[in-house]
């Protein structure tokens, strides 16, 4: 059952698409304070599951996490907030029921971190929709909340394949480059992405003549070798007149405004820059077509970028803290005057009075920013998203997000940003996934590798067996960080055997991915999800199941060659090692299971299918498989 409770919404946020009556009197089981917290008492067993792809645990009790989309560069475990604004929360204690919050600004969960029995949750403002889920069971819990938001985004059945990023990948030479050493080591690929480089000075939906003369040409070339390309798209446009995304936009007042009414000018990767105003449904439409000027050339997918959106500086801004560090260049340095010159430039970045200082023109009225900062990565996914089902209809188009906010679902999928190359971040991307499926987002993965800091062959080995399992399977990486491609590390056999067992599992992961759109259901889920009277099940937080009949449990420390596995029932332990399955059949309870470097294990609960290797998803077999 869910129940609605308005207070003083003013903008529709679309997250929500059925119609539920509203519920009269005070939204149980919370008691909303007089100053402005929906509060809850804690069971000491109560569980917290939900917040998308919140940093943390599986159960999120214990911390305090914000929803509030944020350019967050570090996923460390003090962050109370990653890109997506995911407001959806289910306690699982005394009480069974979920939560969600509709609320375009910004909003506080504190589950237990103040008070470790009480959860305390507040909206800076109280622009919001409540909605109450009760059920039977978790899983028809998350499965009546996903009814509610609609059905989630499905991807083109070759975005199931692998590809392959780096930030650094400046010219065509070095994506073939990149094409032919996978080629040449007998490994599967089915996408290359295109970063920010491939733009004519960061310039969207522009090309650089320089550096891919002839990117149609270019891209056929790759597609006939089974690789699409995957160009980003940021969020600003650089303001630069005789740039006609620029000049059309500003024409037509599609860009966010100032107090003045003059277009908010802001530094991001082109210099100066504006930004398109996703809530204006006009302007919405406008730059989702200017998508055009890429998929006419073949181009079938895209990634968007920095929509938090992720601010270097505002013009305005900058110019006061060159006014500051003016004043301030005849006084002695002494070390408190320094810190203070480094802050000052340090809170240019993403800051909150930025966010107050411009505006947003859409059908409810005028809106300041800040009030509805969280929709704003939500409505240019749609943006793309509505644009391509117009402009490729035949075909879905792969198409995914860096910020996001729940009703974005429905649009495309999400990665989870700038990780680490750190064994923790392996964990925190499995601890993610559950909750962005709560969320409806069943399309994502994280950098595999991690994004910042360099790798090593071990890290990306177990890295990869666990990406092995999700939908979206992509190694990227930051600029200057050390190569981590698949043949980077000399040996190129160990990855050749993890990567082609992804593609020998493709119809059974496409499979269940389909059935858990179809069905509102979860692709991944905690173990607690399945075997809601096994207590040991609801406690362990590094495996998952994986669709209807998998387990997964990763190897994520340094050096480990074993580790502990909890079997909810009976089930056959998979292994592939150096490209051959074998089974062994285990009973319920704990084991010590071994995992040499390069194998990969994995929990069968009924025969899987297996497909015969293949170079990429258009030679993949799918029907007349090998159970196993
Ligand atoms: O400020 O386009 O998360 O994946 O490689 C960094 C460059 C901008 C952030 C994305 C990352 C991408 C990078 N971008």
Request: charged share 25%; glycine share 8%.
């Amino acid at each position: 059952m869910i129940k609605r409770y308005s207070y003083s919404p003013i903008i529709d946020t679309g997250a929500v698409v059925k119609n539920i009556p509203l519920s009269e009197g005070s939204p149980t089981p919370f008691i909303l304070t007089g100053d402005g917290a929906f509060v809850y008492h804690m069971s000491d067993k109560c569980r917290i599951y939900g917040l998308g792809e919140a940093t943390r645990g599986i159960n999120k009790r214990g911390w305090i996490y914000d929803g509030w989309c944020t350019d967050e560069p570090l996923h460390t475990e003090d962050k109370r907030a990653l890109y997506g604004a995911h407001n959806f929360i289910l306690f699982d204690g005394e009480d069974r029921f979920a939560a969600f919050f509709d609320i375009p600004g910004k909003i506080t969960f504190d589950l237990g971190y103040t008070e470790s029995d009480t959860a305390v949750i507040t909206p800076e403002s109280f622009n919001l929709e409540l909605y109450i889920v009760t059920g039977d069971s978790l899983k028809d819990i998350v499965s009546q909340f996903r009814a509610l938001i609609g059905k989630s985004y499905m991807p083109p059945k070759w975005a199931f394949g692998y590809g392959q990023s780096r930030w650094g990948y400046v010219k065509e030479e070095d994506i073939r480059s990149c094409a032919d050493r996978y080629t040449d080591a007998g490994i599967p690929l089915d996408m290359i992405y295109l970063d920010i480089d491939y733009m004519d000075r960061f310039m969207d939906f522009s090309v650089s003549s320089e550096r891919f003369p002839d990117l149609e040409a270019f891209a056929a070339e790759m597609k006939s070798r089974g690789i699409r390309l995957i160009p980003i798209i940021d969020a600003a446009v650089k303001k630069l007149d005789g740039y006609s995304v620029y000049d059309e936009g500003h024409e037509q007042g599609y860009f966010c405004k100032d107090a003045d009414g003059k277009d908010f000018v802001v530094g991001v990767w082109p210099g100066m820059s504006v930004l398109p105003d996703f809530l204006d449904p006009e302007a919405s439409r406008w730059f989702g077509m200017q998508y055009k000027a890429l998929t006419d050339i073949g181009i079938e997918g895209f990634w968007n970028d920095m929509n938090e959106p992720a601010l270097f500086y505002s013009e305005k801004a900058l110019n006061n803290a060159i006014e500051e560090l003016k004043n301030k260049s005849d006084i002695s340095l002494d070390a408190l005057n320094f810190f203070g010159l480094r802050d000052t430039m340090n809170r240019l970045q993403n800051s909150p009075d930025d966010y107050k200082s411009f505006y947003h023109n859409a059908p409810e009225g005028r809106f300041r920013h800040y009030d509805v900062h969280n929709l704003y990565g939500y409505k240019m996914t749609k943006s793309a998203f509505d644009a391509l089902t117009e402009l490729r209809p035949d075909e879905p188009s792969l198409l995914f997000s860096r910020a996001s906010y729940i009703g974005a679902h429905r649009y495309g999928g999400v990665w989870t940003g700038d990780n680490h190359s750190w064994w923790s971040h392996i964990l925190q991307s499995l601890q993610q996934m559950p909750g962005l499926n709560m969320c409806g987002f069943l399309y994502s993965g994280s950098d595999i590798g991690g994004f910042g800091g360099n790798c090593t062959r071990d890290l990306l080995i177990r890295w990869m067996s666990f990406a092995v399992f999700t939908p979206l399977m992509r190694n990227h990486a930051a600029f200057g960080t050390r190569s981590q491609e698949a043949f980077a590390f000399g040996d190129t056999e160990v990855f050749r055997h993890i990567i082609e067992l992804r593609y020998r599992l493709i119809p059974y992961l496409y499979k269940s991915f389909v059935k858990a759109v179809e069905s509102d259901g979860m692709f991944f889920r905690p173990l607690a999800f399945d075997y809601e009277d096994d207590g040991i099940a609801a406690t362990v937080e590094d495996q998952l199941m994986v669709g209807d009949s998998l387990m997964i449990a990763p190897i994520y420390r340094q050096n480990a060659v074993a580790r502990h596995v909890y079997l909810p029932e009976d089930m056959r332990l998979i292994r592939m090692s150096k490209g051959d399955i074998s089974t062994e059949e285990l009973n319920k309870g704990w084991h010590y299971v071994s995992v040499p470097m390069g194998d990969v294990v994995f929990f069968a609960k009924s025969p899987i299918p297996f497909a015969p290797p293949a170079m990429n998803t258009s030679e993949l077999q799918w029907e007349n498989l090998e159970t196993l």
